[in-house]
């Protein structure tokens, strides 16, 4: 049974960093795409940033230049370096991956961020 656990999320001033980690398990396969999506009350979910094999990345106009998408040395394993967080940033944060050649993709379990000014 492929999992996806993430951590880091937390309280966070304005200006503050957080870092995300999400890592895979139950898979031997390389997930591709890994990325975060995140989801405030009353707003649909929304892809924040997203990494593909070789190093590709794309990310939501709202946070370039402030949030960083990587991948770890271990293999499924994926990172949100999270900069100069706004109180619009406050989002219940989601781990997604897909495997390829697979229909079905993965999601985690969500770790809250919270931006208070």
């Known amino acids: 049974q492929v999992q996806l656990v993430e951590s880091g999320g937390g309280w966070v001033q304005p200006g503050g960093s957080l870092r995300l980690s999400c890592e895979a398990s139950?898979?031997?396969?390389?997930?591709?795409?890994m990325g975060w999506y995140r989801q405030a009350p009353g707003k649909q979910r929304e892809l924040v940033a997203r990494?593909?094999?070789?190093?590709?990345?794309n990310y939501a106009e709202s946070v370039k230049g402030r949030f960083t998408i990587s991948r770890g040395n271990l293999m499924n394993t994926v990172y949100l370096q999270m900069n100069s967080l706004k109180v619009e940033d406050t989002a219940v944060y989601y781990c997604?991956?897909?495997?390829?050649?697979?229909?079905?993709?993965?999601w985690g379990q969500g770790t809250q961020v919270t931006v208070y000014s």
């Open positions: 997604n991956a897909r495997i390829p050649g697979w229909a079905e993709e993965f």
């Open positions: 139950g898979t031997v396969a390389e997930m591709n795409p």
């Open positions: 990494v593909r094999s070789g190093g590709r990345t």
